[in-house]
């Protein structure tokens, strides 16, 4: 059962370009939306994170938008750069606990 | 990296035999977590403590258990290892921002767990 479905499993971009990476959720009782980045042989770090009382949040040139009604959200990375590459994971959770739902991950290559 | 400090980094082990994973952290954070990492299955809760002594089941828990004696350890076993186990581990704790009421997520540094 997966509650969290990302797409694509890989994505490559040319320099300058748009990241485009989708998830979409089940459960309604999700209110809190994160998505983290994660580069080989380290832990993932938090990159941005909605709540579902808003439909876009942006910082700098990453930007989240939710769907409610249609249970998805997306990340937009902006002017992707070759130090975006790395693996990109949504997740979802209930009450803002840690116990995260995390998206099956997207491999992104910013190509110079 | 938030205090967080995962031993073994690399461990390599035959099945049937225990395996300890240990989750050190310094800055005295009530909620610990253990995750697994699998291809085509992004991570996956394993265990999580809310203080010591208090611990609770995942989604993945079978075949795992978890101790939590001292707010700043949080221990992973695998009693008998098996080769469905071997997986890169994650130890994560939680940062609580009091103005925005959410928690963010810290991640280490991952433990790779072979089991042959």
């Known amino acids: 059962q997966q509650q969290v479905k990302q797409s694509p499993q890989s994505l490559i971009v040319q320099k300058g370009g748009i990241s485009i990476i989708n998830c979409a959720y089940e459960?309604?009782?999700?209110?809190?939306f994160p998505w983290y980045q994660q580069f080989p042989g380290k832990g993932p770090a938090l990159l941005i994170a909605?709540?579902?009382?808003?439909s876009e949040k942006k910082e700098g040139r990453f930007t989240i938008s939710f769907n409610k009604s249609a249970k998805q959200f997306s990340l937009h990375i902006m002017d992707s750069q070759p130090g975006d590459s790395a693996t990109y994971f949504c997740?979802?959770?209930?009450?803002?606990?840690?116990?995260?739902?995390f998206g099956q991950g997207t491999t992104l290559q910013v190509k110079p | 990296d938030a205090g967080i400090t995962q031993s073994p980094r690399h461990k390599v082990t035959e099945t049937g035999t225990p395996v300890t994973l240990r989750c050190h952290q310094t800055e005295n954070h009530r909620y610990m977590y253990w995750y697994r990492q699998d291809p085509g299955h992004g991570l996956r809760l394993i265990h999580y403590?809310?203080?010591?002594?208090?611990?609770d089941k995942g989604e993945v828990s079978d075949g795992y258990s978890v101790s939590r004696s001292k707010t700043e350890d949080f221990l992973l076993t695998l009693e008998s290892a098996t080769s469905s186990q071997t997986s890169v581990y994650f130890c994560?704790?939680?940062?609580?921002?009091?103005?925005?009421?959410?928690?963010?997520?810290?991640f280490g540094e991952g433990s790779r767990l072979t089991v042959l």
């Open positions: 403590s809310y203080g010591v002594k208090d611990t």
């Open positions: 997740a979802a959770s209930k009450d803002n606990t840690g116990k995260l739902i």
């Open positions: 459960n309604t009782a999700f209110d809190y």
């Open positions: 909605i709540r579902p009382d808003v």
């Open positions: 994560a704790i939680s940062v609580e921002d009091r103005s925005s009421g959410t928690g963010e997520l810290f």
